[in-house]
C-alpha cells in the first residue's frame, strides 16, 4: 500500500471503530437499560432497532444522489451528523429520548456503511480489495476488544450516559482528521450520469447480478444480527456471568478478530471468496450453536464460546463483502452501496424486532426461546450460500 492508501484505509477503520462502538457498546448495556428504565426485552429491542430503520430510511434515500458528490464531503457529512448524534444519546434524560435520538443517529450513520465501502473499493482494485476490507473490520475488532470494555468500564464507573459521549468526543478529534487530510475523491464523477431516482431504481432492479448482491448482503446480516442483541442479557441472566464480567466477552472476541480479520481477508485474496466465504460460514455455525443452547457453566467455557462467535461470525463477512463491492461498476458504485447500506440495516432492524419477539422472560427472570434464534439464524445463513454461487463479480470492478 502507498502511504495514501494506508492513511486511508486506518483513518476507515478508526471511524468504523467509533461507529461499531456506538452500536455495540448498546448490547451489553441492554441488562442496564431494561432495569433502570424498567422495560422488556421487546422494548429494548426498539432502541437497537430504531437505529437500523432510521439507518435504512437514509441509505435508501442516499442511493439517488450519493455518487453526484466527492466521497470526503460526503464522508464529512455523515459523520458530522453520527457525532451530533451520539452526543444527544450522553444527555438521554428517559426512554423515550434515547429512542429518538438513536434514530437520529441512525440516519446519519447508515450513510457510513456506505460510503467507507465505496472508498475502499473505488482505491483498491479487487485483487487487493479483500486486504483492505480485513483491515477495515479489524476495526470492528478493535472496538470489541477495546471500545466496549473501555464503554462498560465508563459506564460502571461512572453512569451509562458516559460512553456515548466519550465517543461523541473521539469522533470530533476524528472529523477534524478528515476534514484537514483526507483526500479528495472524484474519480467516479468521470463516469457519471445524473439520473431521475425511479430510472435509478430500475437499473439496479433489472441487474439479476445486482439483485443477487444486495439479497446476499441483506441475508448474512439477517442470520447474524439475530443472535447479538441477547447475547450480554442470556450471558448474564442464562450462563452465570456478572454483569463486570461481561467486558472479557467483547475483550477476548474483539482481541482474536483484531487478528484473525485481516487474515482472513487475505485468505480471501489467495483462495478466491467465495470457497472462503463457505468455509468461515460453516465453521460459524459452532459457536451460535453452542452460546444459544448454553445453560448455566463457567465463565471460561462461556468466553470460548463467544471468543468462536467473533472470530467466525465477523470473519464470514469479509469474503463476501469482497464479492459484492465487485457487483457494479465505480460510477455507480455509491448508489449500489447505498442501497446495500439500506437492506442491510433494514435487516439489522428486524433481526433485532425478531429476536426481540422471540426471547421472553421465563421463570426467575431467564431469557427463553434463544436456542430458537440460533435454528435460525444457521437456517438463514445456509441460504446464503445459494445466492454467493449465483453472483458474478467482474475483477475490474
Same mark, same amino acid.
Given at each position: 500500500?502507498?502511504?495514501?492508501? %494506508?492513511?486511508?484505509?486506518?483513518?476507515?477503520?478508526?471511524?468504523?471503530?467509533?461507529?461499531?462502538?456506538?452500536?455495540?457498546?448498546?448490547?451489553?448495556?441492554?441488562?442496564?437499560?431494561?432495569?433502570?428504565?424498567?422495560?422488556?426485552?421487546?422494548?429494548?429491542?426498539?432502541?437497537?432497532?430504531?437505529?437500523?430503520?432510521?439507518?435504512?430510511?437514509?441509505?435508501?434515500?442516499?442511493?439517488?444522489?450519493?455518487?453526484?458528490?466527492?466521497?470526503?464531503?460526503?464522508?464529512?457529512?455523515?459523520?458530522?451528523?453520527?457525532?451530533?448524534?451520539?452526543?444527544?444519546?450522553?444527555?438521554?434524560?428517559?426512554?423515550?429520548?434515547?429512542?429518538?435520538?438513536?434514530?437520529?443517529?441512525?440516519?446519519?450513520?447508515?450513510?457510513?456503511?456506505?460510503?467507507?465501502?465505496?472508498?475502499?473499493?473505488?482505491?483498491?482494485?479487487?485483487?487487493? %480489495?479483500?486486504?483492505?476490507?480485513?483491515?477495515?473490520?479489524?476495526?470492528?475488532?478493535?472496538?470489541?476488544?477495546?471500545?466496549?470494555?473501555?464503554?462498560?468500564?465508563?459506564?460502571?464507573?461512572?453512569?451509562?450516559?458516559?460512553?456515548?459521549?466519550?465517543?461523541?468526543?473521539?469522533?470530533?478529534?476524528?472529523?477534524?482528521?478528515?476534514?484537514?487530510?483526507?483526500?479528495?475523491?472524484?474519480?467516479?464523477?468521470?463516469?457519471?450520469?445524473?439520473?431521475?431516482?425511479?430510472?435509478?431504481?430500475?437499473?439496479?432492479?433489472?441487474?439479476?447480478?445486482?439483485?443477487?448482491?444486495?439479497?446476499?448482503?441483506?441475508?448474512?446480516?439477517?442470520?447474524?444480527?439475530?443472535?447479538?442483541?441477547?447475547?450480554?442479557?442470556?450471558?448474564?441472566?442464562?450462563?452465570?456471568?456478572?454483569?463486570?464480567?461481561?467486558?472479557?466477552?467483547?475483550?477476548?472476541?474483539?482481541?482474536?478478530?483484531?487478528?484473525?480479520?485481516?487474515?482472513?481477508?487475505?485468505?480471501?485474496?489467495?483462495?478466491?471468496?467465495?470457497?472462503?466465504?463457505?468455509?468461515?460460514?460453516?465453521?460459524?455455525?459452532?459457536?451460535?450453536?453452542?452460546?444459544?443452547?448454553?445453560?448455566?457453566?463457567?465463565?471460561?467455557?462461556?468466553?470460548?464460546?463467544?471468543?468462536?462467535?467473533?472470530?467466525?461470525?465477523?470473519?464470514?463477512?469479509?469474503?463476501?463483502?469482497?464479492?459484492?463491492?465487485?457487483?457494479?461498476?465505480?460510477?455507480?458504485?455509491?448508489?449500489?452501496?447505498?442501497?446495500?447500506?439500506?437492506?442491510?440495516?433494514?435487516?439489522?432492524?428486524?433481526?433485532?424486532?425478531?429476536?426481540?419477539?422471540?426471547?421472553?422472560?421465563?421463570?426467575?427472570? %431467564?431469557?427463553?426461546?434463544?436456542?430458537?434464534?440460533?435454528?435460525?439464524?444457521?437456517?438463514?445463513?445456509?441460504?446464503?450460500?445459494?445466492?454467493?454461487?449465483?453472483?458474478?463479480?467482474?475483477?475490474?470492478?
Amino acid at each position: 500500500m502507498s502511504s495514501t492508501e %494506508r492513511f486511508v484505509v486506518y483513518t476507515l477503520a478508526c471511524l468504523n471503530f467509533t461507529h461499531i462502538m456506538d452500536a455495540m457498546i448498546m448490547m451489553p448495556l441492554g441488562d442496564i437499560f431494561m432495569r433502570i428504565f424498567g422495560i422488556n426485552p421487546a422494548q429494548f429491542s426498539y432502541i437497537v432497532s430504531a437505529y437500523a430503520f432510521a439507518a435504512f430510511l437514509s441509505s435508501f434515500t442516499a442511493t439517488f444522489f450519493i455518487d453526484r458528490f466527492d466521497r470526503k464531503a460526503a464522508l464529512i457529512f455523515s459523520y458530522s451528523g453520527f457525532v451530533f448524534g451520539t452526543f444527544l444519546c450522553g444527555i438521554a434524560p428517559n426512554y423515550l429520548f434515547l429512542l429518538i435520538v438513536r434514530f437520529v443517529t441512525g440516519l446519519f450513520g447508515g450513510l457510513m456503511g456506505a460510503l467507507v465501502l465505496s472508498v475502499v473499493s473505488d482505491l483498491f482494485a479487487y485483487e487487493r %480489495r479483500g486486504k483492505a476490507i480485513g483491515i477495515i473490520m479489524a476495526g470492528f475488532s478493535a472496538a470489541a476488544a477495546l471500545g466496549v470494555p473501555l464503554g462498560l468500564f465508563l459506564a460502571e464507573t461512572f453512569n451509562w450516559n458516559t460512553p456515548f459521549l466519550f465517543i461523541g468526543g473521539m469522533g470530533t478529534f476524528l472529523l477534524m482528521g478528515i476534514v484537514f487530510k483526507f483526500p479528495v475523491m472524484q474519480g467516479h464523477l468521470s463516469g457519471y450520469v445524473q439520473e431521475k431516482p425511479l430510472q435509478v431504481l430500475k437499473n439496479m432492479l433489472s441487474d439479476q447480478n445486482q439483485i443477487n448482491a444486495l439479497a446476499l448482503g441483506m441475508i448474512l446480516v439477517l442470520g447474524h444480527f439475530i443472535i447479538i442483541p441477547f447475547i450480554a442479557p442470556y450471558m448474564v441472566r442464562n450462563v452465570g456471568f456478572l454483569q463486570s464480567q461481561i467486558t472479557w466477552i467483547y475483550f477476548c472476541g474483539g482481541i482474536l478478530t483484531v487478528f484473525t480479520a485481516p487474515l482472513i481477508g487475505k485468505l480471501t485474496d489467495r483462495y478466491r471468496p467465495l470457497p472462503t466465504f463457505m468455509v468461515v460460514l460453516v465453521l460459524s455455525f459452532v459457536p451460535v450453536l453452542w452460546i444459544t443452547n448454553m445453560g448455566s457453566t463457567g465463565v471460561l467455557l462461556g468466553l470460548c464460546a463467544t471468543s468462536l462467535f467473533f472470530v467466525f461470525g465477523s470473519g464470514r463477512m469479509i469474503a463476501p463483502q469482497t464479492m459484492i463491492t465487485a457487483a457494479v461498476g465505480p460510477s455507480n458504485r455509491g448508489s449500489f452501496m447505498s442501497m446495500k447500506s439500506a437492506l442491510q440495516q433494514l435487516s439489522v432492524g428486524l433481526a433485532t424486532f425478531l429476536s426481540g419477539s422471540i426471547v421472553v422472560f421465563g421463570e426467575g427472570d %431467564r431469557l427463553e426461546n434463544y436456542d430458537i434464534v440460533g435454528y435460525l439464524s444457521i437456517a438463514l445463513c445456509i441460504v446464503s450460500i445459494f445466492i454467493a454461487k449465483k453472483l458474478t463479480v467482474a475483477e475490474g470492478n
